[in-house]
């Protein structure tokens, strides 16, 4: 039962020493938060008037600038290949027109019959 007391009473002291400590980081850091809210707003406000990016310049638009400029960039992923054509597949029938008009000038002919 004494040692309950003790417990508690320890507790409170623990707590009492610490609290103080605790609402003065909470102090800095509020104050911080404040001081950066301020800053960062009238430098992006600046920056907007100057027609400066608050962020700094991406990759893609260095190489976008590059790109208009004419200027040479590496590392651009562009690609001017043609595509590729592909065979028709193999063993389909396939729609031709003869010289004469047969059926309204459309002949089926598979590749067996082509063959022949």
Not at 13 to 22: D, G, H, K, S
Not at 74 to 90: F, G, L, M, S
């Amino acid at each position: 039962m004494f040692t309950d007391i003790l417990k508690k009473c320890g507790r409170g002291v623990l707590y009492i020493f610490t609290f103080p400590v605790l609402l003065l980081v909470l102090s800095v850091y509020a104050v911080i938060g404040v001081i950066q809210f301020f800053y960062v707003g009238i430098k992006s406000i600046w920056y907007f008037f100057t027609g400066r990016n608050l962020f700094g310049e991406f990759p893609e638009d260095v190489k976008a600038r590059a790109i208009l400029e004419g200027t040479s960039v590496t590392n651009i992923n562009i690609v001017n290949e043609q595509p590729e054509t592909t065979p028709p597949p193999a063993n389909q029938p396939y729609i031709t027109t003869p010289e004469n008009n047969d059926n309204n000038g459309v002949v089926v002919i598979s590749e067996e019959e082509d063959k022949q």
